[in-house]
Structure formats: structure tokens, C-alpha cells
């Protein structure tokens, strides 16, 4: 039987596990999904929920939830060593009827140097990507 490390923690009497930021990482019930879905902040769920109005006003559409991007494919370098693809995992991607575009939103509370970098090479690829 294989349980979770936040069972294990309960079990053993451990504290939960803080998250990176220590913010708090609500989850909301989706009655139009059926699924119960976790976000990484309060701000995020936010925002989340006026993009589910707007879906439904047909404002927008093709709202997608963790939206993956390539950077960098996989390759194996000359040592014949694989190296992994970079990606960058944006918050929100749909499509803006009133704007006409295709919009990547990313919630940020703070932004680290990881995320300035990959920033940077999507901008260079044309992508961009809109902080809220």
C-alpha cells in the first residue's frame, strides 16, 4: 500500500509541509469539470475564477490550466549525454475574442531568476507572456 508524504506526516504526527512561499494553496471544487482542482496561491484561484466568467460570456475560449511551452527541446549532446527539454509551465492560456490573440497570463507574486530567464527566451521566440 503506498500512501502520500502529507499522510505519512499525519500519521507520524508531523507538521504539514510548508510551501516554497509559505502561501497558502487553496483548492476549489470546478462543478463544470467535476474535479476538484489546486492552485499555488489565493491570487491565482482569483483569477481563475474571472476567466471562468468571462469563459462563460463567451468573452474568451480554449481556457487551459497549466499550459506547457517548450523552450529548448530534448537532445543528447556530443558525450552522448540526454538532456532534458526546458519548459515553461504558464498559469493560463486561452484565447481573447475581444482582443483577437491568444493571451498566456502568469500570476505572480514574485518573480524569481529562473522565471526572468525563461521569460526572456520566450520573448525572443515572440512569446510573451502578461503578469498579473
Known amino acids: ?66 499550459y506547457s511551452i517548450e523552450i529548448q527541446p530534448a537532445f543528447t549532446d556530443p558525450q552522448g549525454h540526454k538532456i532534458k527539454a526546458i519548459t515553461y509551465k504558464a498559469d493560463f492560456y486561452f484565447y481573447d475574442k475581444i482582443l483577437k490573440s491568444w493571451r498566456i497570463i502568469d500570476v505572480k507574486g514574485f518573480k524569481t531568476e529562473v522565471y526572468k530567464l525563461k521569460k526572456k527566451l520566450l520573448a525572443y521566440k515572440g512569446i510573451c507572456i502578461e503578469e498579473v
Open 1 to 66: 500500500m503506498r500512501i502520500s508524504a502529507e499522510e505519512y506526516r499525519a500519521l507520524i504526527g508531523a507538521p504539514p509541509k510548508k510551501s516554497k512561499y509559505n502561501n497558502e494553496k487553496p483548492e476549489y471544487y470546478d462543478r463544470d469539470l467535476k474535479q476538484l482542482i489546486k492552485f499555488d496561491s489565493i491570487k491565482e484561484l482569483e483569477y481563475y475564477l474571472i476567466l471562468k466568467d468571462r469563459d462563460k460570456k463567451g468573452e474568451i475560449r480554449h481556457l487551459k490550466r497549466q
